[in-house]
């Protein structure tokens, strides 16, 4: 079972910038889509981002749109989700999905088979 492997969540004050990433255990696992979710205490995890893997189209919230910026490295076989000028409201639980071929939508949780442990982002005010 491929795993996702998340890192670069932590701390920072409104305005700042965070780059998280996101990586599959086996190497040569490469989805048909690469989301990003994220959940706040209290409330339903919501869409974030989302690229399909073959012409990497990206897809984006409304709440986050012109200030994250989803991205890949071949290379590494990574996926990066780049976070600028943060609001507390930002805050929340960011978790990485992977399709493993077109399930439907690229919005919703559902629609994804594999996913990271989540990484916290706090952005403070």
């Known amino acids: 079972q491929v795993q996702l492997v998340e890192s670069g969540g932590g701390f920072v004050q409104t305005g700042g910038s965070l780059r998280l990433s996101c990586s599959p255990s086996e190497r040569t696992f490469t989805g048909y889509a690469m989301g990003w979710f994220r959940q706040a205490p209290g409330k339903e995890r919501e869409f974030v981002a989302a690229a399909r893997w073959y012409d990497f189209r990206e897809y984006y919230a409304d709440s986050v749109k012109d200030r994250f910026t989803i991205s890949r490295d071949n290379a590494k076989n990574t996926v990066y989700l780049q976070m600028d000028s943060l609001k507390p409201e930002d805050s929340a639980i960011y978790y990485c999905?992977?399709?493993?071929?077109?399930?439907?939508?690229?919005?919703?949780?559902?629609?994804?088979?594999?996913w990271g442990q989540g990484t916290q982002v706090t952005v403070s005010s």
């Open positions: 999905a992977a399709q493993s071929e077109y399930r439907g939508s690229y919005h919703y949780d559902f629609a994804y088979n594999y």
